[in-house]
């Protein structure tokens, strides 16, 4: 094959190589300024990934709810209907497999059922916060410290979340950024 | 190797050994021999250097540099993406060197990971590994063929491998079968197959006939899906299919240390049988037999293992009766006839193994390699060391099958030492 219709192929595969990640950020940017934002809950631990870098981990206080419905199974994709409680913080309305119509909601998946205590525990797709490596131990620590200063937890995600989807903008501790707060 | 030996020429000339115009032509023949060939020590710095920058440039993009704002942070992770481009964008339109090639494509290959990694950091895209790796591993596929590089095929062999285990492999991950796995590496076997004709005796073809094997006995046990018993009877067949590949004279004809799928079969075989050696692994694996997803894919590697070992007889590569390549054979009868007697099999494949190191052993004398020899020593020794474990066997008779093998042992490398010797003087005299 001729260098120049080698190259008219490779061009075709570097766009492909820009669009994937373009793409990433478009619709990732979308959800943000068009969705609707949640505080959810949570307690940060501090895992890393080979590529991406370090993260916490966070813990949302709504993935385990009570229901006596114990058909669950794992790795099963659900629906999760989310609204603000009395305080300002995102709870689980409802729990269910059919898409919901006219409600701001995420889509989960179910980590498994416990039967003794009648609690199925779910996991968010939106539960890794990525932070600089000096930092991401830091901010597990100032979430500890934050919580022995006052009874109720005080760390919370910013989600934006827009027709099922979801992105994690930030979290906070104290209503300080996280990566500030551990400054 | 070559200037050592151009430098023994004069000395050659002195003698009379060779005339002076033979030894300017043999001067001559390894200088443009030299000339043609393309500086390889040159292409493999230059891929290494890729690879330590493109994967230095992940790890510092991991770092999470949070002075920047996040447009910013997207902005730097096109940089090294586009940077890539553009290199293997010249390195294509000017035809430029292998060494060009494998280095900017090397590069690229990584600068495209970094630039995913980097937006999933920026905008806190969870996302599993597995996803991640099969969109990288994808959009640099074309790339293996447009720049014709060895190391891009082998970067992609070796991240299929990492996608394969990090979806099949794991307690989260019961029930999930990696099948695109074996898509991705077919996509790479052109290239392999093209190596194979164009270029079977260099040095990176046999690379490829050692990663290949190896990543498929790494990832087969993640196409394991709760019937575990059923994964020794795969990976046997898998063995199986290898050393009959390795038979054949394509492979075969070559040198060993070039056939990975000989060593890898013979190799998984024996430790296989060895395994099977135990009376619990009978006990163990007794199973109702149902038409799962592992025995599906048994059946096909013996069907597959059995029409290429009949292929070969048909066209006269094998004559007589090797045990070792109907082994996976008689392994899968033992295994589907495992109805709750484990005394019958437990003592067929303790025969099968002690002849299998005969029969290696004889080999090894019949082609005077000491290497085949020790090898089919070593296999009757591990048979020896297993039954050491068995504790209902008395303590004297296992010691004298220690001493009998160790005897073994030092016979047969001595008798083989002295008929090497008698065939040299031989040789001399004639």
């Known amino acids: 094959m001729k260098p120049l219709h080698l190259f008219s192929i490779f061009v075709l595969v570097a766009i492909a190589q820009l669009f994937i990640p373009s793409q990433m950020i478009l619709g990732q940017k979308k959800i943000l300024s068009d969705g609707t934002p949640y505080k959810f809950i949570t307690q940060p631990i501090d895992p890393s990934d080979p590529f991406k870098g370090k993260y916490i981990r966070l813990d949302f206080e709504i993935s385990s709810l009570a229901t006596n419905d114990s058909t669950w199974n794992r790795q099963e994709d659900v629906f999760v209907v989310i609204e603000n409680d009395d305080y300002g913080f995102a709870r689980v309305k409802e729990v269910t497999r059919q898409k919901p119509e006219g409600k701001d909601f995420v889509e989960a998946k179910v980590s498994w059922y416990n039967a003794y205590d009648k609690e199925l525990n779910l996991s968010f797709p939106f539960d890794e916060f990525y932070m600089n490596e000096n930092k991401a131990y830091d901010a597990e620590v100032a979430h500890r410290d934050a919580q022995r200063d006052s009874i109720k937890n005080n760390t919370y995600a910013l989600v934006f979340i827009k027709d099922g989807e979801a992105v994690l903008d930030n979290v906070f501790i104290n209503e300080i950024p996280i990566a500030d707060f551990v400054e | ?430």
């Not at chain 2, 993406?81 to 280095?103: C, D, H, M, P």
């Not at chain 2, 993640?222 to 063995?239: A, K």
């Not at chain 2, 007697?341 to 299998?356: C, G, R």
């Open chain 2, 1 to 430: 190797m070559n200037s050592k030996f151009i430098n023994e020429l004069p000395e050659l000339v002195k003698h009379n050994v060779i005339s002076q115009e033979t030894a300017s032509k043999i001067e001559d023949y390894y200088q443009s021999k030299e000339q043609n060939s393309p500086n390889r020590l040159f292409t493999v710095f230059g891929v290494l250097g890729s690879l330590l920058v493109g994967l230095g440039i992940i790890l510092i993009l991991a770092h999470n540099w949070d002075d920047f704002s996040r447009f910013t942070k997207s902005i730097l992770a096109f940089v090294p993406l586009v940077l890539g481009q553009l290199i293997v964008g010249y390195t294509i339109f000017k035809n430029r060197s292998a060494t060009w090639k494998e280095s900017s494509g090397t590069f690229l290959f990584f600068a495209v990971g970094s630039s995913i990694a980097l937006i999933s950091q920026i905008y806190n895209i969870p996302g599993d590994i597995s996803s991640f790796l099969l969109t990288w591993i994808l959009l640099c596929l074309p790339l293996v063929y447009l720049l014709k590089s060895n190391t891009l095929a082998m970067l992609h062999i070796v991240f299929a491998t990492y996608y394969a285990c990090n979806y099949g492999y794991g307690y989260l991950n019961m029930g999930k079968t990696p099948w695109l796995y074996l898509v991705l590496l077919a996509l790479v076997l052109p290239h392999y197959f093209q190596l194979l004709k164009e270029r079977p005796k260099s040095n990176i073809t046999s690379i490829f006939n050692w990663i290949l094997p190896l990543s498929f006995i790494i990832t087969l046990g993640s196409f394991v899906n709760g019937f575990d018993e059923i994964g020794f009877l795969m990976y046997m067949s898998l063995f199986g299919l290898f050393y009959n590949i390795g038979k054949t004279p394509f492979f075969n004809n070559g040198k060993l240390r070039r056939n990975g799928y000989l060593i890898f079969g013979s190799l998984g075989t024996v430790f296989l049988f060895l395994w099977a050696s135990f009376k619990w692994f009978w006990e163990e694996n007794y199973h109702p037999l149902e038409l799962t997803q592992e025995l599906m894919i048994s059946l096909f590697l013996i069907v597959l293992t059995s029409v290429i070992l009949m292929y070969s007889y048909s066209k006269r590569w094998v004559k007589g009766f090797n045990l070792i390549q109907f082994a996976y054979l008689i392994f899968a009868v033992m295994f589907f006839l495992n109805f709750g007697n484990h005394i019958v099999p437990t003592v067929m494949v303790n025969l099968i193994i002690l002849a299998l190191g005969l029969v290696t052993v004889k080999i090894g004398t019949d082609k005077f390699h000491f290497g085949i020899l020790n090898y089919g020593l070593l296999i009757i020794t591990s048979l020896v060391v297993c039954r050491f474990f068995d504790t209902d066997m008395s303590y004297i008779v296992r010691g004298l099958l220690f001493v009998s093998v160790g005897i073994g042992f030092f016979v047969t490398n001595y008798i083989m030492l002295q008929k090497k010797k008698k065939l040299i003087s031989q040789n001399q005299k004639l």
